[in-house]
């Protein structure tokens, strides 16, 4: 699959674009038209949609599973998650899957693959994960959540909450288009009104 990009595009527009310095098992699953940008690497049991985009150095290994339409910025980590469709994960993000990590078992031995405990991050539709952020293992971010830059995320985030901070802290609410609301939850830049739900905020109709 490591075709160079000039090849892929004349060949067939449709075609995934995989940069030659890129790494794609052949077991994995690459989506029409996603880009996979230099030394990235995606482990043969990943399943990419189509429309994607992996920068530089991302890693995506562990059976993760990636929508449609989904940016992965360069120096990414993903290890087992899923993420929705439209979800935005800045550059140096890690998606972390194991609760308890040791390098060895407790009789000393080196933990092979069917040692990992698997408890992965889902990221919902639409959220934005802001550079050099965490997300411990089992965390579900919600929909056009908002994660900002280097936060340690070891907790659900609602839809559209807003949360920064180590650890992280919900510090207010975002807009489908990426920007803060107001107190009476309504969007300064597009106007959008929301209403509260047990699982955070929706549109109001």
């Known amino acids: 699959m490591n075709t160079p990009l000039s090849r892929q595009l004349v060949s067939d527009p449709d075609a995934p674009m995989i940069v030659a310095s890129a790494e794609v098992a052949a077991?994995?699953?690459?989506g029409a038209r996603?880009?996979?940008?230099h030394q990235a690497q995606v482990d043969a049991d990943v399943r990419l949609g189509a429309?994607?985009?992996l920068g530089k150095g991302v890693h995506i290994s562990s059976a993760a599973v990636i929508g449609d339409k989904v940016k992965i910025q360069n120096g990414c980590g993903v290890y087992g998650a899923v993420l929705e469709d439209g979800v935005l994960l800045a550059p140096g993000v890690r998606l972390l899957e194991d609760p308890a990590p040791r390098s060895v078992t407790p009789d000393g031995h080196l933990k092979g693959r069917d040692d990992w405990r698997r408890e992965p991050v889902t990221v919902r539709y639409g959220a934005t994960i802001g550079?050099?952020?965490v997300i411990v293992?089992?965390?579900t971010v919600g929909?056009?959540?908002?994660?900002a830059v280097g936060t340690v995320v070891g907790h659900d985030v609602p839809d559209h909450g807003l949360v920064m901070g180590n650890p992280?802290?919900?510090v207010g609410w975002a807009c489908q288009c990426g920007h803060r609301l107001d107190d009476i939850l309504t969007c300064p830049s597009c106007g959008r009104r929301y209403l509260r739900r047990p699982h955070g905020l929706s549109a109001a109709p």
């Open 131 to 133: 550079a050099n952020a």
């Open 168 to 170: 992280a802290r919900q």
């Open 34 to 37: 996603t880009r996979i940008w």
């Open 51 to 53: 429309d994607c985009v």
């Open 137 to 139: 293992p089992g965390v």
């Open 27 to 30: 077991g994995a699953v690459v």
């Open 143 to 147: 929909r056009f959540a908002m994660v």
